[in-house]
């Protein structure tokens, strides 16, 4: 079976360097999904952009359904397979920080 979802250690072990993707700012992109890394309370989301930039976004535990996903869709991404290929959109928080708001998987 097909491992989706790491822990930190698995990753390592993986030879994924979570240091060189940077958190995502304000906007919007398409790219692949390549890795998946367990937090807290939450899923880090790891992508290659179309541009050749790699970015990491955060999908956050819901506590009403359990899924993690961005904040306005029902994706839940825990269940995704890696390498697929998505349309993201971030957004601002209240607090002015760039959050994950919106996910669209393409064909």
């Known amino acids: 079976m097909e491992r989706t979802n790491y822990t930190p ?12 993707y940077a958190a995502a700012s304000e906007g919007e ?15 880090r ?3 290659l952009t179309d541009e050749g930039y790699k970015v990491k976004l955060t999908a956050w535990q819901n506590r009403r359904t359990g899924h993690y996903g961005p904040r306005w869709c029902g994706v839940d991404f825990k269940d995704i397979s890696l390498l697929t290929r998505w349309r ?7 607090t002015g920080k760039p959050t994950w708001i919106e996910a669209e998987e393409l064909a």
């Open 45 to 47: 989301c790891y992508f």
């Open 29 to 43: 992109f398409t790219g692949a999904l390549v890795m998946k890394i367990y937090g807290d309370f939450c899923i």
């Open 9 to 20: 250690l698995q990753a390592r072990e993986a030879g994924f360097d979570r240091n060189k």
């Open 88 to 94: 993201n959109r971030v957004g601002l928080s209240r």
